[in-house]
């Protein structure tokens, strides 16, 4: 079987909006007999698709199932570059080590790695990441920004933007940002993002940006140890979310805020990160390898670090933390 001509047909279908696609001009644009058309049709209803069959018209794709997968994702896109290519994995050890190695293998800016199930998925500071299967989005971007490798860590936070942005836009919920890396609703942890760099000396060669987020998990869901500090988009907002819909739509927020970051500097970014964190006087513990210390936070640098005032009126700037609210 061709699997690019699949693909085609799934996206002509999805392009079609409703309209049938007549299934002898497809069989005669690829060469193809319509018996081979036909097979692709039956494969698609066995992945989930409901397709109408429609006489002397053609077919009607009437709905999709909740899959992530290329064409689901490519029919909501509105980027320039960001998911033009995709690689899709039912099941895989972990999105960001086959990114890292694709990034290394010269993989285009924008190339996304996406999983419906990862077995080994990795958190920050090497914990393991609770991927479930078909509940969340796990997915690895390469990204090829025009930085140096000090503006590297800030990459983080405009992700993290983009992030709350499209969720914002796709489902009306608000979430906050918990500095550096997770995105919150009502005090719990629904996405986590793992940012990793491959650089030279004086240029970022590849942003490796991993994101983890809790889509459709309903309580039963998540182990144990998760239940009261994880939470999922469907538990808070009551529906079941498009998972492509949201991945198209945080790669368009993302596009857009790396190019901001590219051209304009942090400022920005800055901004739109201290609305969405909301922390300015906020009473804040963080625990770091060595010391744990205690103040109220001012924002966040330049540099994106964490600022503390301390009780003694000190300023500190934190680099690296897991931060206590
Ligand atoms: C965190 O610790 O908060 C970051 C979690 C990042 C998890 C994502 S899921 C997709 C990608 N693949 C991985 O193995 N990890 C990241």
Same mark, same amino acid.
């Given at each position: 079987?061709?699997?690019?001509?699949?693909?085609?047909?799934?996206?002509?279908?999805?392009?079609?909006?409703?309209?049938?696609?007549?299934?002898q001009?497809?069989?005669?644009?690829?060469?193809?007999?319509?018996?081979?058309?036909?097979?692709?049709?039956?494969?698609?209803?066995?992945?989930?698709?409901?397709?109408?069959?429609?006489?002397?018209?053609?077919?009607?794709?009437?709905?999709?199932?909740?899959?992530?997968?290329?064409?689901?994702?490519?029919?909501?896109?509105?980027?320039d570059?960001?998911?033009?290519?995709?690689?899709?994995?039912?099941?895989?050890?972990?999105?960001?080590?086959?990114?890292?190695?694709?990034?290394?293998?010269?993989?285009?800016?924008?190339?996304?790695?996406?999983?419906?199930?990862?077995?080994?998925?990795?958190?920050?500071?090497?914990?393991?990441?609770?991927?479930?299967?078909?509940?969340?989005?796990?997915?690895?971007?390469?990204?090829?920004?025009s930085?140096?490798?000090?503006?590297?860590?800030?990459?983080?936070?405009?992700?993290?933007?983009?992030?709350?942005?499209?969720?914002?836009?796709?489902t009306?919920?608000?979430?906050?940002?918990?500095?550096?890396?997770?995105?919150?609703?009502?005090?719990?942890?629904?996405?986590?993002?793992?940012?990793?760099?491959?650089?030279?000396?004086?240029?970022?060669?590849?942003?490796?940006?991993? !994101?983890?987020?809790?889509?459709?998990?309903?309580?039963? #869901?998540?182990?144990? %140890? /998760? +239940?009261?500090?994880?939470? $999922?988009? *469907?538990?808070?907002?009551?529906?079941?979310?498009?998972?492509?819909?949201?991945?198209?739509?945080?790669?368009?927020?993302l596009?857009?805020?790396?190019?901001?970051?590219?051209?304009?500097?942090?400022?920005p970014?800055k901004?739109?990160?201290?609305?969405?964190?909301?922390?300015?006087?906020?009473?804040?513990?963080?625990?770091?390898?060595?010391?744990? !210390?205690?103040?109220?936070?001012?924002?966040?640098?330049? #540099?994106?670090?964490? %600022? /503390? +005032?301390?009780d003694?009126? $000190?300023? *500190?700037?934190?680099?690296?933390?897991?931060?206590?609210?």
């Amino acid at each position: 079987m061709n699997s690019n001509v699949k693909h085609e047909l799934l996206k002509r279908l999805f392009e079609a909006n409703g309209a049938p696609i007549s299934g002898q001009e497809f069989a005669d644009e690829y060469g193809l007999s319509r018996t081979a058309i036909w097979k692709y049709i039956k494969e698609f209803e066995e992945e989930g698709y409901e397709i109408a069959s429609i006489r002397k018209k053609g077919y009607v794709l009437l709905s999709s199932p909740d899959r992530i997968n290329a064409a689901n994702i490519q029919q909501h896109l509105k980027t320039d570059h960001y998911g033009k290519i995709i690689h899709y994995y039912e099941s895989c050890p972990s999105t960001q080590l086959i990114a890292h190695d694709a990034a290394q293998a010269n993989a285009d800016d924008g190339t996304l790695f996406v999983a419906e199930e990862q077995t080994a998925g990795k958190g920050r500071m090497s914990r393991p990441w609770n991927s479930a299967a078909q509940k969340g989005i796990w997915m690895s971007i390469v990204i090829r920004p025009s930085l140096m490798p000090h503006q590297a860590p800030q990459m983080t936070l405009v992700a993290a933007v983009a992030i709350v942005r499209a969720i914002e836009e796709l489902t009306g919920i608000e979430p906050t940002i918990k500095w550096p890396n997770d995105i919150m609703i009502s005090g719990k942890k629904m996405t986590g993002i793992l940012t990793e760099l491959q650089a030279d000396p004086d240029r970022v060669k590849a942003i490796i940006l991993g !994101i983890g987020m809790n889509v459709n998990q309903t309580e039963e #869901d998540f182990p144990i %140890e /998760l +239940k009261s500090i994880a939470t $999922s988009l *469907r538990l808070e907002g009551g529906q079941v979310v498009d998972r492509s819909r949201l991945i198209a739509e945080i790669l368009y927020y993302l596009e857009l805020y790396t190019t901001m970051y590219e051209k304009h500097g942090f400022s920005p970014i800055k901004l739109l990160w201290e609305s969405y964190a909301n922390i300015e006087g906020k009473r804040i513990r963080a625990v770091m390898l060595n010391e744990t !210390i205690e103040g109220s936070a001012i924002g966040i640098s330049d #540099d994106g670090l964490l %600022e /503390l +005032k301390m009780d003694d009126g $000190s300023v *500190r700037a934190i680099f690296s933390a897991d931060i206590e609210i």
